[in-house]
C-alpha cells in the first residue's frame, strides 16, 4: 500500500553506537535493534594537512585526542578495553 500523498515512506537501517541510538530514541522515536551478529570495533584515523604539523592549536587538540583526554571517561574506558 502507498504512503499517503504528501508523505513519503522510508526505510533506513544504519549501524550507530549504541550510545546514539538510546538518544535518537529517546527524542525521535525510531525503532532500535540490536545487530543479530558480533561487529568488530571501529578503527579511528585522524588525517590533517602537512602544513598544521606545526600549529599549536592543532598540536594541542591532536595530543588531547590520541591520549583519550578529548573523550569522555565512560568512551575512554571503552577505547581502552579495545571495544570502540
Known amino acids: 500500500m502507498p504512503p499517503p500523498p504528501g508523505r513519503a515512506a522510508r526505510l533506513v537501517l544504519c549501524t550507530i553506537p549504541s550510545?546514539?541510538?538510546q538518544r535518537a530514541r529517546e527524542r525521535f522515536g525510531p525503532r532500535v535493534f540490536a545487530p543479530?551478529?558480533?561487529l568488530p570495533a571501529?578503527?579511528?584515523v585522524a588525517v590533517w594537512s602537512q602544513r598544521h604539523d606545526d600549529d599549536p592549536a592543532?598540536?594541542?587538540f591532536r595530543?588531547?585526542?590520541f591520549s583519550g583526554r578529548a573523550?569522555?571517561?565512560r568512551l575512554r574506558a571503552l577505547?581502552?578495553?579495545?571495544?570502540?
Open 19 to 21: 550510545s546514539v541510538a
Open 36 to 38: 543479530p551478529f558480533e
Open 42 to 44: 571501529a578503527q579511528v
Open 58 to 60: 592543532q598540536r594541542w
Open 63 to 65: 595530543d588531547h585526542f
Open 71 to 73: 573523550l569522555s571517561p
Open 79 to 84: 577505547v581502552r578495553r579495545g571495544a570502540a
